[in-house]
């Protein structure tokens, strides 16, 4: 069939992704279309290995576009200091912020990076654990597993602004725990144990703490082996 690209000839190859960088920078650069300058970005970070150039797509995108996905890795960009751009903590909350408020692909990661970024205090001077909770719980919200678990150790904690609550921490270890989180599970499991945030329940807490070992066991089992410097 004609136009049918014949992946195992070099040079069919080369000219069909010739074509689509020329297609998407058209989308972006002409027709001013915003899901074309995110295509044209991801096309010159991955194909094109230009990040200096991708870095300035994105930069376009996220601040005259407003486009979300554009903005979250812009945001990797600044955390990275990639793409010719100076690390900027700061420029990078800032990118996730309105990543997460505008919605979209990657809106829950963006709002469980404004948490931490948050959290850890580096990007505003000091930690918010007020502005921290209420992006945990968005992405939470948007099932985000660390966030549900950062969410109940930050309960567990207290912080300034936010009140130690023991039932709050249950609830969102549990949640966490749903999804397979291990450590949330071997918190909620010491919570039923010791009757923190809830009545004590040996029973519940024993299959807490049997789900976290079976979740131990299977990560042990099917993830690769993690050695720094390799």
């Known amino acids: 069939m004609a136009g049918l690209v014949d992946f195992q000839n070099e040079s069919e190859v080369k000219a069909y992704l010739d074509s689509l960088g020329i297609e998407y920078s058209y989308q972006c650069h002409k027709e001013r279309d915003a899901e074309g300058c995110q295509r044209l970005a991801d096309y010159l970070e991955g194909i094109k290995k230009n990040y200096d150039l991708a870095a300035q797509v994105l930069k376009k995108n996220c601040e005259e576009n407003h486009y979300g996905e554009s903005c ?3 945001g990797a960009y600044y955390v990275g200091g990639k793409g010719g751009l100076q690390q900027n903590l700061k420029a990078a909350y800032d990118c996730f912020v309105k990543s997460c408020e505008k919605g979209g692909k ?66 969102y270890s549990l949640r966490a725990c749903d999804q ?40 042990k089992q099917y993830s690769p082996e993690f050695k720094l410097g390799v």
């Open 72 to 74: 979250f890795k812009l």
């Open 106 to 171: 990657k809106s829950v990661d963006a709002c469980h990076n404004v948490g931490l970024l948050a959290h850890d205090g580096r990007a505003l001077d000091k930690s918010d654990a007020v502005v921290a909770r209420d992006y945990y719980t968005k992405a939470c919200n948007g099932n985000f597993t660390a966030s549900c678990f950062n969410l109940s150790t930050l309960y567990i904690q207290g912080a300034p602004g936010v009140a130690k609550d023991m039932s709050q921490a249950l609830k």
């Open 180 to 219: 397979g989180h291990i450590w949330a599970c071997a918190n909620a499991s010491r919570m039923y144990k010791l009757g923190e945030g809830t009545q004590t329940d040996n029973e519940k807490a024993e299959l807490l703490k049997n789900r976290a070992r079976d979740l131990h066991k299977e990560q």
